[in-house]
């Protein structure tokens, strides 16, 4: 309770200081504004010209670049200047108010308050008033509004006025009410009671509320009162205070009360006839022994369960050092948890291990933000997949200290998911020959003879030309045409292959400018076709991450042909690449400026065999497969698409194969 009194105490000082300082300076620009006219008045009588324009600019300064906004208006409430404080405080342009009626700046509710200030400022009179006024963001002010008659030439021709945004001043001001309504509430709130006590344990004063369960106190030592005592009570702080001059603090109780506990405080100070007194603050803490107990209790019970947990949870600093084991991780590390508590990452798992693992740990505690992952890990002599979580660890002042890290032993069930997949993988296979394979073998028979015939008639013809004085372009255009056969029989011969079982893609380093720039070039043609510019930013600089490559090609091979197609041709488009680095993942933005999608799509376009093209113009598989790639490379996807406008597509990779 003191804690939160003394923290209190500390808040309304701060915010008197607030208040005080806001005071301050509106006084400071009151004498520099007076100090500014005395200085015009002075130059009345001076002939130098230069002189004079310069006190002016030095004025015009000073409005410019006060907080206040000064301004005027016509009779008829139009507003003919304003200072650039409208800008600065309220984020309208000086440009966009001048020749505006004053009313547009203000809500209906304070029209008529505003109308009573104008009227005055025309009769001659300065009168002010405080209401609301909202800025261009539309968060609304609380200001100040003095308004007083602007004269030319010893006659009114309309109002000057200053607008104070006095915001800060009236929360300020709450808060201080605030903060005394809850200095009285915690105090009304708590037992607590005061006594002043001499050098010789005399009683001086007690507090009404003690008197009514403790009687009179006049004349009687505080032992005698309080405790019933005839002697000093052991551990007694009062003569430590008088001693060494300074605030002494004890848990005692109070056998009367049924051996209530009470935390004193005991104060020492000098009254004005120079005696030395002490005073003692006495605050309750039945409750918090109570929940002290609690703590315990609660502290016991957590003890137990995360000892016997069946996950390996442990405490690492940010220098990679274990702060706290529990018996789970010890055993799978081969020992207790006092043989490697104070230990670091390094010092019990390989390099390659601990730095990834750090690099999670740090990112934690550096972003607040936890996470979780599923990787390999050398424990107890095998590698072996976990499940990791590693969440922040706070301490009672909200600051974070460490992370706590929880992993959990799935080896046995990441093998049952890969062998589920490849089961997967294989009954997709076997659809795609059932359905496809007799397709496919009919096809690949019915175009070979054709494409045979055509073949060996185009050989006959350049045999039976050949030492003739036939035009050699008729030759070397038949011998293209023979190649390009040649190349429609390969594209058969691949159809025919489709169903085989193909090799295990091969997992490598992958550089994504390379691919975006092999792209690029392969689309440079229908990019120009479809007037759309493509050019990639950033990519340059980021890290080569570890996947399939073909998979990223056709990844961005996907997404650069679906802005290529979503282009009409009407006027100019572009689609930028940007790539940024986050941590251990990398992050691949895609906008394009070609229409955006619908949003009645919006919810299907990864749908398989979604098109909005023309029959014959899509398959409606290009985003489906980009989602497939995506989710099995453990990355995230996410569309923003703004209909008339544009549509990025961000997707985050992770920069090792999990």
Known sequence: MQDRIAELERANE?????????????????????????????????????QLLESCQRCEDLIENMNDIIYTTSREGIILSVSR??????????????????GKWFSADVFPSLQELRTAGLNGQRTSSQVAMNDKEGNEHCVEISVGPLMVA??????????????????????????????????????????????????????????????PYEGRKCYEYFRGRDSICSGCGIPRAFEEKQIVISDEILPKEGNRPIQVTTIPFQAESGEWLVAELNADIAERKQLE?????????????????????????EQG???FMNSTAGRRLGGAPANFVGKSMWELFPREIADRQMGHIRSVIRTGKGRNSVSLSYVGGEMRWYNTTVEVLKSSEREITAALVIARDIHELKQAQDELEAHRERVIRAEQLASLGTLSATLAHELTQPLTVVRLSIQNVLKDVEGTSC????????????????????????????ARRTSEKAVKEVVLSA?????????????????????????????????????????????????????????????????????????LQFTDTCGGIAPENLDRIFE??????????GTGLGLCIVQRIVSQMGGELRVDSRWAKGTTFSIVLPIERK
Do not use: C
């Open 14 to 50: 701060r915010l008197s200081g607030q208040v005080a300082a806001l005071k301050s300076e509106r006084d400071g620009i009151a004498r520099e504004l007076t100090q500014t006219r005395s200085q015009l008045q002075a130059l009345d009588g001076v002939a130098d010209e230069r």
């Open 85 to 102: 404080a409208m800008e600065r405080v309220m984020g309208f342009d000086p440009e966009e108010v001048v020749g505006t009626h004053y």
């Open 154 to 215: 010893g006659r009114i021709v309309g109002t000057q006025g200053i607008v104070r945004d006095v915001t800060g001043q009236k929360k300020a001001e709450e808060e201080v009410r605030e903060l005394q309504r809850q200095i009285e509430f915690i105090l009304g709130a708590t037992r607590t009671g005061l006594d002043i006590i001499d050098g010789d344990f005399n009683l001086r004063y007690v507090d009404p509320a003690w008197q009514k369960s403790y009687g």
């Open 293 to 317: 107990r609690r703590l315990r209790e609660s502290e016991e019970r957590y003890r137990a369960v995360v000892e016997n947990a069946g996950e390996a949870i442990a405490i690492v600093d």
């Open 321 to 323: 050092v274990f702060r």
């Open 471 to 498: 035009w050699p372009v008729v030759s070397e255009d038949l011998t293209n045409v023979l190649a390009e056969i040649s190349h429609v029989t390969a594209i058969v011969d691949r159809f025919r292959g489709f």
């Open 515 to 587: 691919v975006a720039r092999r792209v690029i070039q392969l689309l440079e043609e229908s990019a120009q076709k479809a007037r759309i510019r493509l050019e990639a930013h950033g990519l340059e600089g980021l890290p080569p991450i570890y996947t399939h490559a073909k998979d990223i090609e056709q990844l961005f091979f996907a997404l650069m042909e679906n802005a290529i197609q979503a282009a009409d041709g009407s006027k100019k488009r572009s689609l930028r690449i940007v790539g940024a680095r986050q941590d251990d993942r990398v992050e």
């Open 608 to 617: 398989p065999f979604f098109t909005t093209k023309p029959p014959g113009e």
